[in-house]
């Protein structure tokens, strides 16, 4: 079964709005990985934090980890039409060399 | 660098066919991987590799088959392939592994099976 679960499923915005996707997990981790899935390029790395970070920023991206309640927040500010994607939560459980993926947020951003 | 690139892009097959899904990385990478993903759902793993020689299952490993006799190759093979494995197929690869590393994927192999 997949590690992550992510909320919600589908986020409709329009440009220039904030978007936040939530990332629930069940195991330990070593660290949370975000990625975003760009049509016909596979999928694009965003930000990895590791157990023992609580924030992390890349350029209009911040993501948050609180492991005591085994989730993590993707935030985007200032959207753009482009932000329009796919995006996963994967996690890297403690004690194994797997990368397990959640089930993913549709982002849609609305000129 | 060409990154991960993965052969063919499209492919097509009748039910007990066998074929193999190629990935090559030329990064120098010692972790390799490969997902399965359907319709409406995230990425699940197929099978990995921490480095040439070995190989390990992951979440969904029955009906293909791996190996990993070089650094940069990293093939998927399904020996008699079935209807429930129509989907699409990307390769990874890091330096280290999802335990150190981002991982670097590949733009993915659609296959159906008829």
């Known amino acids: 079964s997949q590690q992550g679960e992510e909320d919600p499923q589908a986020l409709s915005i329009q440009e220039g709005e904030n978007a936040t996707m939530n990332c629930s997990y069940k195991?330990?981790?070593?660290?949370l990985q975000w990625y975003r899935q760009n049509s016909g390029r596979g999928l694009v790395h965003l930000i990895l934090i590791r157990s023992n970070e609580r924030e992390k920023h890349s350029g209009r991206l911040r993501v948050t980890l609180d492991t005591s309640k085994k989730s993590s927040s993707l935030l985007i500010t200032a959207s753009r039409a482009a932000d329009t994607a796919p995006y996963f939560c994967a996690t890297a459980p403690d004690n194994t060399d797997k990368l397990i993926f959640g089930t993913g947020t549709r982002l849609q951003v609305f000129p | 660098n060409a990154g991960v690139t993965q052969t063919p892009k499209f492919q097509v097959l009748k039910t007990g066919q066998s074929m193999t899904l190629q990935c090559a990385q030329d990064m120098n990478h010692e972790y390799m991987s490969w997902y399965r993903q359907d319709p409406g759902m995230g990425l699940r793993l197929i099978h990995y590799?921490?480095?040439?020689?070995?190989?390990d299952q992951g979440e969904v490993p029955n009906g293909y088959n791996v190996s990993r006799s070089t650094t940069e190759d990293f093939p998927l093979r399904l020996l008699s392939a079935a209807p429930s494995q129509t989907s699409v197929y990307f390769c990874?690869?890091?330096?280290?592994?999802?335990?150190?590393?981002?991982?670097?994927f590949g733009p993915g192999t659609r296959l159906t099976v008829l």
């Open positions: 990874a690869s890091s330096y280290e592994g999802p335990f150190y590393n981002e991982q670097f």
């Open positions: 590799s921490v480095g040439a020689g070995i190989t």
């Open positions: 195991t330990s981790i070593n660290n």
